[in-house]
């Protein structure tokens, strides 16, 4: 018995980013597809900071201990600043690139 995979299937992605860095996600690099539903959750006390899709957009703050949710967007890169006392996590779903 054979599985073949389907590539049009969505899945689940999570990165944490470590206390004190700054992460760029490139999810049609890294994860050949877009963010489509994502969760941006600070576990930190202090505040993080992210930036969507590239240095043209505002910097955002996310107040410690705070999340945030980015729903039926095609997410392409985001720029995760975390705090100095904990990390950042995103939790997303990823649409394949098309063909």
Do not use: H, W
């Not at 890294?30 to 590239?54: C, E, H, K, P, R």
């Amino acid at each position: 018995m054979s599985f073949e995979q389907n590539p049009e299937l969505s899945s689940p992605i999570s990165v944490v980013i470590p206390a004190g860095t700054t992460q760029t996600i490139s999810f049609p690099q890294q994860f050949f597809g877009f963010g489509t539903a994502v969760i941006i959750s600070n576990n930190d006390v202090l505040v993080a900071t992210y930036q969507i899709n590239g240095e043209t957009q505002p910097v955002l703050s996310l107040a410690g201990g705070a999340f945030r949710t980015l729903n039926g967007v095609g997410l392409s890169l985001i720029t995760v600043t975390a705090g100095a006392g904990g990390s950042v996590q995103i939790q997303a779903i990823r649409k394949p690139l098309a063909n």
